[in-house]
């Protein structure tokens, strides 16, 4: 892909996103372990059951992985969900969604160079569904754009070296507007992706960032059900998506 | 102050920085523990010895307050730093900036919501230097805010009931430049301090943190002189400011 | 006071708790706030405060310190919490006791060096209480410090050098008990210590941990009223005490 | 396994180290990415790439997933290394030295619970070596073990509920040795493990600590041999192993 370019799935919605990292477990020599599950799911009942070297399982409801894992979750012992992680790449979301993410200091990102050019907007679907609306925030993102390119210019015209290079590309793009599109790769441990899922996906008001957040669970539920079993997706009334757990309290 | 006004200090640079919150130390009764600083600095000093109950002082070079810091950042031993902790409001800095800002994990910030209207744009130095592309800016600045009126405007006018109302805005602002004022508290210890200083006080290429680390780095080393002795302010050629120290490696 | 001797109140319980260090609020110029506390609460209400710039209190139920921070812990706002924090010295706890509150992870701690010779134990209030339990765990401690002095003898005249001294000690220290004394310097922000209350104050099965939490809230409650008025401390059967916040969740 | 046994393995040294977690790459449709690598070393090159879309490689280099490794570590720039994570399950190490992990804020742990009846001790090697001490040292484990069974049996007859006999595991352990054994699930991202080896595996002092970190190490090798590549392993006049690298600094 070129740079500058944005990947066509990110016109359509809140950004593309892709798991395309997650962990496995390699069951220890020595130890009678044995489980119906496999990598982080197994990995997370091992270090559940290592605290009490539990490995016999005489207890029915949670004999199996997925009884284990929603016993841990219903007493709120979630810190063995640490012990896996998933990574999502997300491509072509506005910055300003970027911006509330990265307020989520227990995960890690690598975010696009602000300083990378890059053309469009991630403009929100409320913008984009009304056809006066789309057009007049193309033209103000056309407008910027010009604006951008024109200011660059100017100080490109008198910069030398890396360093000023570096700088005027840094203060033209003041002017781009907060939808400029970015990509993100993020990393975080199940418990702290439950968390995300729990406060991002249950906001009414921010609409962009709880469509990404419920995309993202559903592909956790995918990656790893018996953590994310007891979301539910619902819809709302204007048609958006939204996700709630009987297990997740606020703050 | 009412809201959407930006205080006047804020036009002058990269925002406002103020200092208003710090560590206090109270000495613990039963403890033969005296120093010739007080406050995070003398808490520091207490945590340091209290891991060898050293409380009498018999090297010369770390008996005073200042040798037995500068020691403990000779050798690196920082976490003990970490008892004592600062908070700066910043004014008026750029979103753009805040991004970066927010990126340092081991800080706590509270920063004005983004539903919050602002008007003006906090524009980097390189635009604000030159007449003309001041006057590019500030029109692009303006056109940017006319479009988020309008398509406020039109939001609005369908929208009923709070949560819509938020969501207009949340929407609208997509239009806003990236130079779009904001406000941030944060908070950090000053082992984060320093790492903060040392990672964006010497990064010749973005002008407008490195401006704003130095002015917190000056603040420091007005209020814990003893744990920022070991870095040097110096110009650029450029007329802009830099800070360095022997202690502060990279990463 | 010497190394090695350990403060005399540390005999009557789970270790002295001192609060040795807090924040201080200093307002900023050019902001027309005020309120009716001052420190760390008043730090926060600040902090609560910028996201919105709401200055004015037109709401009188949020008019005093006391409503907008019960208003913040009602809704869990916690966030704003982590600008004030807390430091506490810890005198004679024993590293079992140690060893659980180094498991919170947002927390800064310096312990006395393990390679400090303390000598006598810090024994469970359920051994202090029996003279006979009494008697047998002096006489076990005592034998272990006997082992400890013997083999560290041994170690020291076979060494050369202060790498190999630090050697000696640390080896020999595997003879010491889990009951062995330390101190801690312990450093949290207010959301941290809610959080640290709310885990081990309420734990039935750790007696020595859960009397050091509820110790730690009062003083909490002294320097910070408004942050900590919802939880209630009360006596058990067995006389130990307990402390609960009807807005404290598990986990 | 039976509570309460350790594995043989554990006898034999600083306990045993296994790998059981890490992090598999799967990547992303639309993106013209490829290396000669996997799973979480392809993780960090594609993170490190994202950052400038630059999935060509236009250097020599840095075009192998090695060369770019060794760059991003040259210059310092680690925070990519976040994304990829190792866990490993440390069994039969004593509490001294899980005591000292604990301390690595940046991992996630699940340890085997205090409550839990552990008999033996994980003795230093100082002490195993000589058959004069290693005999001392087992008759003091040995004594304190009869101590805790004395205290426990005592404590239990008065014992009433699942609390109090809890309560009464946890108060008896506190005259058992710090040689106690334990077992540990110890969880953390590439750079976090670079952080840990960095600083322990060079410390003289600790060498039960330091023998264990060179394990790790040696296993983090196999795992990712670019990310540890600059890590060397050498052997001390006692006989101890000790690992460093150029591009670790202290602290």
């Known amino acids: 892909m070129t740079a500058g370019?944005?990947?066509?799935?990110?016109a359509a919605g809140p950004g593309a996103v892709q798991l395309i990292g997650h962990t496995v477990f390699?069951?220890?020599a020595g130890i009678d372990f044995d489980t119906d599950a496999d990598a982080g799911q197994a990995l997370v009942e091992f270090a559940g059951r290592a605290i009490?070297?539990?490995?016999?399982?005489?207890?029915?409801?949670?004999?199996s992985n997925a009884g284990f894992l929603r016993h841990l979750i219903e007493v709120g012992h979630l810190s063995v969900l640490e012990h896996a992680s998933a990574t999502f790449l997300l491509q072509g979301i506005p910055r300003s969604v970027s911006h509330e993410l990265?307020?989520?200091?227990?995960?890690?990102?690598?975010?696009?160079?602000?300083?990378?050019?890059?053309?469009?907007?991630?403009?929100?679907?409320?913008?984009?569904?009304?056809?006066?609306l789309a057009e007049l925030a193309d033209t103000a993102v056309r407008r910027s754009e010009d604006s951008y390119r024109e200011v660059l210019k100017a100080l490109e015209a008198k910069a030398s070296g890396a360093v000023q290079?570096?700088?005027?590309?840094q203060a033209a793009r003041a002017l781009l507007p907060m939808s400029q599109p970015t990509d993100l790769v993020m990393t975080g441990n199940l418990r702290s992706w439950r968390h995300f899922v729990g406060m991002r996906a249950t906001d009414p008001a921010d609409v962009e960032l709880r469509e990404l957040a419920v995309e993202v669970l559903r592909q956790l539920q995918?990656?790893?059900?018996?953590?994310f079993a007891d979301f539910r997706i619902s819809?709302?009334?204007?048609?958006?998506m939204l996700a709630a757990s009987p297990h997740v309290r606020d703050a």
Not at 52 to 63: L, M, V
């Open 5 to 10: 370019q944005i990947p066509p799935e990110s």
């Open 26 to 28: 390699t069951p220890p």
């Open 52 to 63: 009490y070297r539990s490995w016999d399982k005489p207890i029915p409801a949670t004999a």
């Open 102 to 132: 990265l307020r989520h200091r227990h995960f890690s990102f690598s975010e696009l160079s602000p300083r990378q050019p890059v053309s469009g907007a991630a403009l929100p679907a409320a913008l984009r569904a009304d056809p006066e």
């Open 165 to 169: 290079h570096k700088q005027a590309r």
């Open 222 to 227: 995918a990656l790893a059900p018996n953590v």
């Open 235 to 240: 819809e709302l009334a204007d048609g958006s």
